[in-house]
Structure formats: structure tokens, C-alpha cells
Nanobody, 116 residues
């Protein structure tokens, strides 16, 4: 059974940091590219960052560059998103996604709220 379980979300003040984790099971994690997406209320889901199977390459949406870092540990079947200098507009549900060709798995999401 495929599972992607996000954790690490919560309430943080502007300028603060959070580290999200996504633990994968039920598939060969090291063969899949991993991504983080987010969806704010009333908005479409948007790509935050992607990391390739071995972690050798990463991609970030422009608004996240320099503030967010995606990483993975294939030995632990886990992908991470380190988020620094958080802004109120970063408030959203954050989802992890595993991708391999036309196969995609999604997690249930974790809420991140940036507010004073």
C-alpha cells in the first residue's frame, strides 16, 4: 500500500522557519522524483520544489528560491522541505508528491500557517 505521510507543519511567526518531512512507503522511493506542492485557500495548487531521484538536481519556484530547500534521504525514504524566512503568503496546505513517468502519488498534506 502506497503511503506518503507529511509532517512538520504548524503555526509560525513571520520570519520563522519550519522543516516539513514526507515519509514514503509501499513503493521504490529511490526511483521517484519527489516534489512539494502547496495550496492556499481559494487558490490552485502550485509547485514549490522538486528533487530528482538521486538528489543531484533540484528545482524551485521563483518565489521560493533562496528561502526553501528540498532534500531527500533515500535510506530513510523521506523527503524534506526546509522553509526559512516565512511570510504570511506562504500559508497553505503543503503536499508531497512522488512522480515516475505517468505514475504519481500524493500525500494528504500538512497545514502551514504563518501569522503573528
Amino acid at each position: 500500500q502506497v503511503q506518503l505521510v507529511e509532517s512538520g507543519g504548524g503555526l509560525v511567526q513571520p520570519g520563522g522557519s519550519l522543516r516539513l518531512s514526507c515519509a514514503a512507503s509501499g513503493f521504490t522511493f529511490s526511483k521517484f522524483a519527489m516534489s512539494w506542492y502547496r495550496q492556499a485557500p481559494g487558490k490552485e495548487r502550485e509547485l514549490v520544489a522538486t528533487i530528482t531521484e538521486t538528489g543531484s538536481n533540484t528545482y524551485y519556484a521563483d518565489s521560493m528560491k533562496g528561502r526553501f530547500t528540498i532534500s531527500r534521504d533515500n535510506a530513510k525514504n523521506t523527503v524534506y522541505l526546509q522553509m526559512n524566512s516565512l511570510k504570511p503568503e506562504d500559508t497553505a496546505v503543503y503536499y508531497c508528491k512522488a512522480s515516475l513517468y505517468y505514475t504519481a502519488y500524493w500525500g494528504q498534506g500538512t497545514q502551514v500557517t504563518v501569522s503573528s
